[in-house]
């Protein structure tokens, strides 16, 4: 019929139209991609051109300042080798070239100012005869008034015993820092020295309170002070500990106990007697922080600092020292601080805040001290000194626990101290606190 041929032709348009449609989307949607992926392409090569030239621009700008460096570091050497000669030695061109790089010439000369200061600051000096004297008697006056007078003490006052310093011309540090090595040495052999013995003196007179060291030689226990009055920061090389204890278990050996250990690693290598657990050394190395009640005692120290009204520091550079604010009392206006008096050959950085610097040795300082005080100074007793009748003795399976060389009683006490004769071997040893944890320290960062 009419009505059904035309639903027929009405559907038929609009299949037709529908697949129009589809057709125009498919054309539409392929254009679409293919200007996307012709973009892409196009965006890719653009950032490969400019990868490309940037990689090419940073080398070039490399090599630029690699060569300007080079130019530089020739352009200063040639300065230096002018600026040597005197000014009536320079050629024309030479006076011209200093000219033209005023910048370098002020550089190198303030690196000429800095390298003066060094060394003098590292320079030794001695006071002449009539000059100590009279600063001695000062000294003397100063501690006869001072009511809590404290002393501190560094490593110059074991260089009579034959223990290098650190910092002096000949000083372990000065050594490694120049790359030289550092002989060999048992500081087993050494004992307290006068300055010891007068320090010892002076407390046992009761005109000083306190004693706070850097020493790790144990020569302020062997001379007799008591270790109540006594502060050793760095720690004691005669010394093992025993954390595992509450409160730590302390042993004292008559040998150095350091020859295992060194810069964060302080095991022994031996157990303790009471818990089994893992003894160690008390060194405190370059770069670490003490913790230990003793032989630290970092509580007395505090607490006589904060009582003293005068300090004496005697052969110390107090480069380390000065760092330990609660030593100081800074915080105080600087008329109610201890006064301070400095002996030492060489610069400290507490020179400009000292009541008194002394230029000179410990010993002939002390004893001439004594002499203002009118103390007799005693002799340093091997029979009197308090190690021998601290020491705890190894166990039969300690015996080959170490190679140092033992200190040997006199005869009055050999039979009182066990395995007193046990070991002691001929072959000089370095301590393992002794400029080993410096050394460590150094690899490292050179490492990293």
């Not at 032709?9 to 139209?17: E, H, I, N, W």
């Not at 501690?143 to 910092?167: F, K, L, N």
């Not at 920061?233 to 730590?248: D, K």
Request: with cysteine; glycine share 6%; aromatic share 4%.
């Amino acid at each position: 019929s009419g009505s059904q041929r035309c639903r027929d032709d009405k559907q038929q348009a609009r299949t037709l139209k529908q697949r129009w449609l589809t057709a125009c989307c498919s054309y539409s949607l392929r254009s679409v991609l293919s200007w996307s992926r012709k973009t892409s392409l196009t965006k890719m090569e653009t950032q490969t051109e400019s990868a490309v030239l940037s990689r090419a621009e940073r080398k070039a700008q490399e090599k630029a300042k690699l060569i300007q460096k080079e130019t530089q570091r020739k352009t200063v050497k040639l300065v230096a080798r002018i600026l040597k000669k005197s000014e009536c030695e320079r050629t024309e061109e030479e006076c011209a070239l200093l000219q033209g790089h005023q910048d370098t010439v002020q550089e190198l000369d303030k690196r000429q100012i800095r390298r003066n200061i060094l060394k003098r600051k590292q320079e030794e000096l001695f006071d002449d005869a009539d000059d100590l004297r009279t600063k001695v008697k000062q000294l003397a006056e100063a501690i006869r008034q001072a009511q809590h007078a404290v002393i501190y003490t560094g490593a110059g006052i074991s260089t009579a015993a034959s223990i290098p310093d650190y910092r002096g011309p000949n000083g372990v540090w000065t050594q490694l820092q120049k790359g030289r090595n550092v002989a060999a040495s048992d500081l087993s052999d050494a004992e307290p020295t006068l300055t010891h013995m007068c320090i010892q003196m002076l407390h046992k007179a009761r005109i000083v309170q306190h004693v706070v060291s850097q020493n790790c030689d144990g020569l302020h226990l062997r001379s007799g002070l008591p270790r109540h009055a006594l502060s050793e920061l760095h720690g004691n090389m005669f010394i093992e500990v025993c954390l595992s204890c509450s409160p730590a278990w302390e042993v004292i050996r008559l040998f150095d106990v350091t020859e295992r250990t060194a810069l964060h690693r302080h095991g022994t290598g031996r157990k303790c007697p009471h818990c089994g657990g893992e003894l160690r050394d008390t060194i405190v190395h370059f770069g670490e922080r003490g913790t230990l009640e003793q032989p630290l005692n970092w509580k007395g120290a505090a607490e006589a600092a904060q009582q003293a009204d005068l300090i004496l520091c005697l052969g110390s550079s107090l480069k380390v020292l000065k760092k330990y604010a609660c030593l100081w009392c800074m915080k105080r206006p600087a008329a109610k601080r201890p006064k301070l008096y400095i002996v030492n050959l060489q610069w400290t950085p507490k020179d400009e805040l000292a009541t008194l610097k002394i230029h000179g040795k410990c010993d002939d300082i002390m004893r001439l001290l004594m002499e203002q005080l009118d103390i007799k100074i005693p002799n340093y007793n091997r029979t009197a000194d308090p190690i021998f009748s601290l020491a705890t003795p190894l166990r039969p399976d300690e015996e080959h626990s170490h190679t140092r060389k033992m200190l040997v009683p006199p005869a009055a006490l050999v039979d009182s101290v066990p395995n007193s004769s046990s070991k002691a071997e001929e072959n000089v040893i370095k301590g393992g606190w002794f400029g080993r944890g410096y050394t460590k320290a150094r690899k490292k960062r050179k490492a990293t």
